[in-house]
């Protein structure tokens, strides 16, 4: 869309309504949010590892790999410590003999408590638990919901396949917290 208004600038002639028209598009484009989607770059966005000094920026991670991430409403929830990091975890070895460099799960949680989870689940060397303290990932794929029960603004549940960088398979849970289609077994490699 953006590339059609400045397209649509120069075609027209540069008055003075046209430019208001245009800057007021332009803004608009700027600051709307898109939901993710199949074909876009993953963002350069800083997740955090064990600690908030342990920095991990997603596009450096996922830049020449190929990536499983997926993203739960919060840590130490029923269906998330039950089930849908579990499946990773246990899958994690045959994922990775098939290409999968890296398993990552996020969540709007603090990196202490995503510490906790993967300790708790014995995710290490399998999944990496990344924190997502502010939503910043989560709103930059248009992916947040409102849960207050659980704190606020969390992740959509939702997982996806990257390959070097860019969203190749994209599954977002129906009703945003499900568990059906953002499992392990929906990945296809």
Request: glycine share 6%; net charge positive.
């Amino acid at each position: 869309m953006f590339n059609t208004i400045v397209t649509l600038q120069r075609t027209l002639s540069a008055g003075p309504l046209v430019n208001t028209v245009t800057k007021r598009l332009l803004s608009v484009c700027q600051n709307s949010k898109m939901p993710v989607k199949i074909g876009d770059s993953v963002p350069s966005i800083n997740l955090y590892e064990n600690t908030p000094a342990n920095k991990v920026n997603l596009s450096e991670l996922c830049n020449g790999k190929t990536v499983i991430l997926f993203a739960v409403p919060g840590a130490f929830t029923p269906g998330c410590s039950k089930t849908h990091l579990p499946g990773y975890v246990d899958s994690a070895t045959d994922l990775k003999s098939k290409g999968v460099d890296e398993i990552v799960c996020v969540s709007v949680n603090d990196a202490f408590v995503m510490a906790a989870w993967a300790l708790d689940q014995k995710a290490e060397g399998k999944v990496r638990l990344l924190a997502d303290p502010n939503a910043e990932l989560t709103k930059a794929f248009d992916l947040a919901i409102d849960l207050p029960p659980l704190g606020g603004i969390r992740s959509k549940r939702y997982s996806m396949l990257i390959k070097n960088g860019k969203v190749e398979q994209l599954n977002v849970e129906p009703d945003n917290t499900g568990l059906s289609c953002s499992l392990v077994n929906k990945i296809v490699l």
